[in-house]
């Protein structure tokens, strides 16, 4: 089993950045594929940006150029850096971990493991 926690969620206006923390109980994190997924009212939860252990990355589309996502193994931790925050950006965001599979990094069903969630709420 493996916990997640997010942390580094708030309130920020429109332009300013947050820094998202997801940390793991297990060692062995840092060979897992992590990514962070998004939910907002009354929305599914989709994909913002995945990385694996190889240190691929992936977007999706409306966060490149405005997010980063990283990885400190020696932290059990990976990092995701929002700056240029919109409104559109607001929502709850979550964790996920799975071991290395040949799935896409959006896949949310192919996750084993997710945090509880963080708010983000980015005013006008």
């Known amino acids: 089993q493996v916990q997640l926690v997010e942390s580094g969620g708030g309130l920020v206006q429109a332009g300013g950045s947050l820094r998202l923390s997801c940390t793991a109980s297990r060692r062995t994190f840092s060979s897992y594929t992590v990514s962070w997924f998004r939910q907002a009212p009354g929305k599914e939860r989709s994909f913002v940006a995945g990385i694996t252990r190889w240190i691929i990355t992936n977007y999706t589309d409306s966060v490149k150029g405005r997010f980063t996502i990283s990885r400190d193994n020696a932290e059990n931790t990976v990092t995701l850096q929002m700056n240029s925050l919109k409104p559109e950006d607001t929502a709850v965001y979550y964790c996920?971990?799975?071991?290395?599979?040949?799935?896409?990094?959006?896949?949310?069903?192919?996750?084993?493991?997710w945090g509880p969630g963080t708010q983000v709420t980015v005013s006008s």
């Open positions: 996920a971990a799975r071991t290395p599979r040949a799935y896409e990094l959006g896949a949310a069903n192919t996750y084993d493991y």
